[in-house]
């Protein structure tokens, strides 16, 4: 499985960004797609997860700011953020999970600063 991850970038406090992230390869229809962080300094952390058949998940730290959607048809996983925080600042970090284990796509950088 390979992850293509895009969206990451700079924006001001309050502002939003979109990240994506498409899977490709061998996709079982049975699996979890999610975002994780990592901020300087700090240890990777569960963003939000979205399962195959739309359960989710998120840190409290997001909840209410961030949503996480999923198109099954297309093997891809969005993260919508809004009132961006400086403390959102981290490199984010595509996952993919199904049985087989799971997989990481490259990270995409999201700077919060004014």
């Known amino acids: 499985v390979q992850l293509q991850a895009s969206g990451g970038g700079l924006v001001q406090p309050g502002g939003s960004l979109r990240l994506s992230c498409a899977a490709s390869g061998s996709i079982f229809s049975i699996n979890v797609m999610g975002w994780y962080r990592q901020a300087p300094g700090k240890q990777r952390e569960l963003v939000a997860v979205i399962s195959s058949g739309g359960s989710t998940n998120y840190a409290d730290s997001v909840k209410g700011r961030f949503t996480i959607s999923r198109d099954n048809a297309k093997n891809t996983v969005y993260l919508q953020m809004n009132s961006l925080k400086p403390e959102d600042t981290a490199v984010y970090y595509c996952?993919?999970?199904?049985?087989?284990?799971?997989?990481w796509g490259q990270g995409t950088l999201v700077t919060v600063s004014s």
């Open positions: 996952n993919f999970g199904d049985r087989r284990g799971g997989y």
